[in-house]
């Protein structure tokens, strides 16, 4: 029997799961782990053809390989079901959106270990997923660049002697624009980030600093500190900072390679050998603090990171639910062309209204939230072209 650590990746077709399967393909072995489950909304039949000769179960709207029962099963449905991760040791969280949600919490009662870039199951029912973790003794362990940097600082610290808690921002694609160029910019130029290969969504959420509220969010709930901040840092090198109470402040740098924090989230609390890209090494220690800038955000240019930050205030999971059910609708209409940039905030903020005063009470319930804010959108502002 393998002595190697089982590894689940969701979402391997995207910008994450990619990143995840390139760190297992270079030092899998090494690092003691091996692929045993993958999933992909697309892509299935190429990742089937790569993968299941080698053992590795592949799950997609298709279900390659299912029997039985799960052949019955779309894939969302069959990650969203804790036999699913039978035999699995950790459970990579790269899926976009709400439909995360579910595995991810299928992932904890099935006992692995869950290694989560799905900020939605920490922002839109992040205090019951944290709880049923705590209940089945297994960690939860963020990739976001932020939130593994602060998981670092504050090992080892008692989070009572926490101040506050500075995420930075690179800026995202239009941080050197005025309002009114910003007001006119397309899609195709909200995805051209300065520093970071992301998925589309997530990177016009950086243009919209939508992303950096949804973080505060998820830092707040993670970790269990009152105080959150942003620091616009163009560099992307130090992605948190936490200030103690005492006057000591710690911080995390590393460049802006995604392989980093999901290596170290695959591996922590050991660190193993860093990456190179190439045969260039990446710049790490005092050579890479040359020339770092750190600004406040402008919640002027950038209305929707005001609107986060106050549903992140009223810390409210039903709230986080809804903000990330209309942020999803709105960044589609404006990648369709069907509303402006500054549609998006006036999308959120009114659904936020709309559905104003709701309870989550299950993470079941967040199909119907989804749902329902989406419908509400799709009527109100048109878009019915848009896939």
Known sequence: MSDLKRVAVLG??????????????????????????LSARSRGRAL????????????????????????????????SLPETYAGIDIVVNGI??????????????AGAKLVT????????????????????????????????????????????????????????????????????????????????????????????LMNKGLEVIEAKRLFGVREVGIAVHRESVIHALVQF???????????????IPIQYALTAPKRAAVFTDGDRAL??????????TFTEPDLKRFPCL?????VARGDSEYDGAVLCAADEAAVSLYMCGAIGFYGINEVVSDALDRFAGGNLSAPEELTSIEREVGEYILEKYGGFGCS
């Not at 710049?283 to 770092?292: C, N, Q, V």
């Open 12 to 37: 391997a077709s995207g910008s994450i799961g990619g990143s995840v399967l390139d760190v297992l393909a270079r030092y899998g072995e090494e690092l003691g782990l091996e692929i045993a489950l």
């Open 48 to 79: 089937y053809d790569k993968f299941a000769a080698e053992n590795v179960t592949v799950i997609s709207d298709d279900n390659f390989g299912a029997h039985g029962r799960a052949a019955h099963l779309k894939g969302t449905e069959l990650l």
């Open 96 to 109: 976009g959106g709400l439909s995360g949600t579910l595995p991810s919490f299928a992932a904890v009662a």
């Open 117 to 208: 870039a799905n900020k939605e199951s920490i922002v839109a029912a992040g205090k019951m997923l944290l709880a049923s973790a705590k209940n089945k003794g297994v960690p939860v362990i963020p990739v976001d660049s932020e939130h593994s940097a602060a998981f670092q600082c504050l090992l080892g610290e008692d989070t009572e002697s926490v101040e506050k808690i500075i995420l930075t921002a690179s800026g995202g694609a239009f941080r050197d624009l005025g309002a009114k160029e910003i007001a006119y910019a397309r899609a195709a130029d909200a995805l051209k980030h300065p520093n970071w290969k992301m998925g589309a969504k997530v990177t016009v959420d950086c243009a919209t």
């Open 245 to 259: 109470k005492d006057g000591t402040s710690k911080l995390c740098m590393s460049p802006p390679d995604m392989r």
């Open 283 to 292: 710049p790490k220690g005092f050579e890479a603090l040359t020339g770092l």
């Open 306 to 310: 005001g609107i986060a930050l106050e």
